[in-house]
């Protein structure tokens, strides 16, 4: 080999082996949030973060705390009024404009089922009203899925007992102290012989509701939303796109006219945007493992990009979507399931454990994920 051409090759060794060497990433440092009682869900309200938590050994174990942005805690007076709400662990919370609604759940009764109870007030007291069982238990009964609170009024959003088959996407709307089923037959929420739907998430949106979750169809699940006009009313259905064999929705956030959904494609990591009216899938997503039944924080924004907090073999990382790429940063602190992600100015706060009942609540700087 002449002297040219073995110069080549050691040039061509030492680049190969410089491409070789593993990325150092960076790892964004979380500071943990001390708080009296074990957070189990989250909800933004204004400058301030709503945090729901459990308090075991105590009469009342559902309990509300209210951090300021300056990080001062106020405990928010919460009263229970059934042998079921007394008990509950907070399923989903929604504030908006001051006022608070939110959804508990207790298993009991012979069959183990969830006693569900619904909750309103403000940051000076949320009260249980009691609802009779067949509002939300008895034969046709599915889930709860969400509170959402609309410019028409605070809505539930579930499943129940389809006229045709299964379950349909169900809501619930109140007058008063008295919340109500609506039925979804004859609407797009209603499961057919040809699709069967399952609500998994839901937010407020304009006027109305979306809904994000899947359907079985042709034997093939495929990740769907559901919108509604205004309040519960006029509701539409559309596929997302960009999907393999197998595929689902798992969590959304919205904010104005723009939503970003997270969930799973072929079991990996998978996030769609809203915009413009337009659903599109966010390119180049990490190969992140993500079952269609494992919990998915929502995705959030941060300095315009799309963030995407998710545990990776209880590693929580961080996902960022950079223009067409994504970058992917370790998290220090955190660890486990990652069930909930909010951000208030410029903070990131995430609710991360070993299981649903032993979480922590963590805080950072946005500026450290985008920087």
């Known amino acids: 080999m002449g002297g040219r051409a073995a110069r080549l090759v050691v040039i061509s060794a030492l680049l190969l082996g410089g491409c070789s060497s ?4 960076k790892t964004v440092v979380f500071t943990k949030v001390d708080l009296p009682a074990a957070p189990v869900a989250l909800a933004v309200d204004g400058d301030a973060l709503v945090i729901g938590v459990r308090r075991d050994g105590q009469a009342t174990k559902p309990g509300l705390l209210r951090r300021a942005g300056d990080g001062t805690l106020t405990e928010i007076p919460v009263r229970g009024a059934s042998p079921y709400g007394l008990l509950a662990t907070w399923k989903s919370i929604d504030v908006d404009g001051g006022r608070i609604v939110a959804v508990g759940g207790e298993r009991g009764g012979a069959h183990g089922n969830v006693r569900w109870s619904v909750w309103d007030g403000s940051a000076s007291g949320v009260i249980e009203k009691p609802q009779g069982f067949s509002t939300f238990g008895g034969y046709g009964a599915g889930d709860l899925t969400a509170a959402v609170i609309t410019p028409g009024g605070p809505a539930l959003v579930g499943s129940w007992n389809s006229e045709q088959v299964g379950l349909d996407v169900a ?3 109140a007058e008063g102290d008295t919340w109500t089923r609506r039925s979804s037959a004859g609407t797009a929420l209603e499961s057919t012989q040809a699709a069967l ?17 899947w359907q079985l169809a042709d034997d093939r699940l495929t990740p769907v939303v559901w919108r509604s006009a205004s309040g519960v009313d006029g509701w539409t259905k559309t596929a997302l796109p960009d999907t393999g064999a197998a595929a689902s929705a798992i969590s959304l956030a919205c904010k104005a006219s723009t939503c970003a959904v997270a969930g799973q494609v072929d079991g990996k990591l998978a996030v769609w945007r809203l915009v413009d009216g337009k659903w599109t899938r966010l390119p180049g997503a990490p190969p992140i493992a993500v079952g269609d039944k494992d919990p998915l924080a929502a995705p959030v924004e941060i300095g315009l990009r799309v963030v995407q907090v998710v545990s990776d073999g209880g590693q929580v990382k961080i996902a960022r979507a950079d223009s067409g790429d994504w970058t992917v940063l370790s998290a220090a602190g955190p660890t486990g399931m990652v069930t909930a ?8 706060f995430v609710l991360a454990g070993p299981d649903a009942e032993h979480q922590s609540l963590w805080r950072v700087d946005g500026g450290e994920i985008i920087r």
């Open 22 to 25: 593993p990325a150092q990433a």
């Open 171 to 173: 809501t619930w709307t």
């Open 197 to 213: 739907g399952f609500p998994m998430a839901a937010s407020a949106l304009d006027q109305g509701v979306l809904v994000a979750g």
């Open 341 to 348: 992600a909010a951000t208030i100015g410029g903070t990131l």
